[in-house]
């Protein structure tokens, strides 16, 4: 788990690290646990991936992450339509989509980045 | 008619055309439902081996069990619960088993008339092993 640099003037490239400490939502203190690039060429490359940062952070196989089904929870399929497949160049576009799934606040950006938070307990 | 539903909303007994293109037009649904037959129940985890060798154009036990793995969520995650909500399969949550639903011959049948060469290669890829199944493989 690589430590996450404080936002700075990085451009939405791929290979940069993610540079967000925090979810976006406000609600107490959250600490990021796994994170993973998408792979837009991928069919359901967004699904997977999140399922798969998902388990990264239970320590298990993406098999294993059963329920809820993530169709549940989130439109994948609009997202990968609006993040990744929009043909406006949104390279000075910044998106964001933040929900929770399986106690976990999950973060997609539009940037490629699948981050995944877990509550800090006080 | 008269199979006890299961919770959630209420679900259409006529399934529209809006849900049913909305049903097709994804090449892995597309080939789900080619998969399914009256005589056989498919694991979601075969349904992925399929799904995967076809589209690496490989034999399925060419497979990495990633790869499989990878298709085998997006499966359970995304395409198969659309399809239920749709009443297109059912599934049978513990051992996770994937049959026809009501309205899988209905969209089968508008299937057939939209044509497409890559679709029928895709269909008799998916009803293949079926056959080379029954005579015992």
Known sequence: MTDAPHDGDDGPRRTAEPAIDQPATQDGEWTQVAQRPNEPDEADGLTTTIVSAVADAEGVSPREVKRPPLYDVVDTAALERAFFQSETDTGDVRCLTEFEYRDYRVVVRSDGWVLVYERVDR | MGEGSTSGPPIPAFLELDHVFEALAHKRRRYLLYSLSADKEWTLWELAEKVAAW???????????????RVYVSLQHSHVPMLVENEIVEIEEDAERVRPGPNADRVLSILENAGGSDDTLQEAHARGDRNAELTGR
């Not at chain 2, 589209?55 to 793995?69: G, M, N």
């Open chain 2, 55 to 69: 589209e690496r154009d490989v034999d399925e036990t060419a497979l990495s069990e990633e790869a499989i793995e």
